[in-house]
Nanobody, 124 residues
Framework: QLQASGGGLVQAGGSLRLSCATSGRTFNTYTLGWFRQAPGKERDFVAAIRWSAGSTYYADSVKGRFTMSRDNAKNTVYLQMNSLKPEDTAVYYC???????????????????WGQGTLVTVSS
């Protein structure tokens, strides 16, 4: 089970940290990802982390602004979002994949476990 939290309303240039708490199974061999979906748009890749190795991957649109990390003790992954822009407004979802190659981790269809979304609204 994945439980996302931390969304809210923030002004442009501000920061938010999203959390995704995992439970029910051991996710520390999985790939965890963050995706987002704006109204009327498809669900897009934001970031991913290979839990065991700690390797991270980012969409070009968030590189240098967002940082994904994990806390082994808390079984939680985070998405630190800085320098937020109005175009970052979306519902953010965390997801997990038990086995995905690097070239595929950018695609939602390779993730079998999804949490509920958390809304991030960035005002201009």
């Amino acid at each position: 089970q994945l439980q996302a939290s931390g969304g809210g309303l923030v002004q442009a240039g501000g920061s938010l940290r999203l959390s995704c708490a995992t439970s029910g199974r051991t996710f520390n061999t999985y790939t965890l990802g963050w995706f987002r979906q704006a109204p009327g748009k498809e669900r897009d890749f934001v970031a991913a982390i290979r839990w065991s190795a700690g390797s991270t991957y980012y969409a070009d649109s968030v590189k240098g602004r967002f940082t994904m990390s994990r806390d082994n003790a808390k079984n939680t992954v985070y998405l630190q979002m800085n320098s937020l822009k109005p175009e970052d407004t979306a519902v953010y979802y965390c997801a997990a994949s038990s086995s995905v190659i690097q070239s595929s981790l950018y695609y939602a269809r390779y993730y079998g476990y999804w949490g509920q979304g958390t809304l991030v609204t960035v005002s201009s």
